[in-house]
């Protein structure tokens, strides 16, 4: 079974919580609650994230504050921010937004379907990268069992097979993805992003090719998924 990704909803307002897992529930992915951004930080400890959606106007710890904290850390700075805001202030508000690492910035009261729209497209990109975990992990175990160059037996023959054909589901979904994104205008960010998820899908396919009887007597090096 494949996991769900967790979404973290942040807001002090429990209507608005409501409004956004009513809206994002047909993703069908895991929806998270925090009722504040110490609430939040909290949850970033222990949990991985598709995405953040991140209200600003909360008492304490506002939305930019928050983020702040969020893009300082290794392990969360990477997760992609949607801010959410009742007022608008103009550009120089919403320029503070994606100084403080958002990748979008949304007025409310927004349309329903753009959020779910916009979401979406950060949550395929965050499984496509779990995927590419997966098999950088399993090819690992094949480097380490199959020692330098090519890897014999039937045993692993067909693992590298299995491997190769797992990788190309991945690479057919990612191409797909990278296409619709070209199609509608997608964001700025989201673009990158898939794009540096087909260079680490480039990566591997050439280190899983060096596995190839044949293919030489080389160490194949395992890309880095950072």
């Not at 969360?76 to 994606?98: S, V």
Request: some cysteine.
């Amino acid at each position: 079974m494949v996991q769900k990704a967790k979404i973290l909803l942040v807001d002090d307002r429990p209507e608005n919580l409501l409004a956004l897992e009513a809206i994002l529930s047909a993703l069908d992915q895991t929806l998270v609650r925090a009722s504040s951004g110490e609430e939040a930080l909290k949850a970033l400890l222990t949990d991985d994230f598709a995405v953040i959606l991140l209200d600003v106007q909360m008492p304490g710890m506002d939305g930019f504050e928050t983020a702040a904290h969020i893009k300082r850390r290794e392990r969360t700075r990477d997760i992609p921010i949607i801010f959410l805001t009742a007022i608008n202030h103009g550009p120089h508000h919403t320029f503070r937004g994606y100084a403080a690492g958002a990748v979008d910035y949304i007025s409310k009261p927004f349309d329903p379907w753009v959020l779910r729209a916009k979401v979406s497209v950060f949550v395929e990109l965050y499984m496509k990268n779990c995927q590419l975990r997966e098999q950088a992990a399993l090819l690992r175990l094949q480097l380490e069992g199959g020692g330098k160059g090519t890897v014999g037996g039937k045993e692993s023959a067909g693992l590298l097979a299995e491997l190769s054909a797992r990788l190309a589901a991945v690479e057919e979904q990612a191409e797909a993805l990278s296409k619709q994104l070209d199609d509608e205008s997608a964001d700025a960010a989201a673009v990158a992003t898939a794009a540096h998820l087909e260079r680490k899908l480039t990566g591997l396919r050439r280190a899983l090719d060096a596995l190839e009887p044949g293919a030489g007597t080389g160490s194949a090096s395992v890309p880095s998924q950072n």
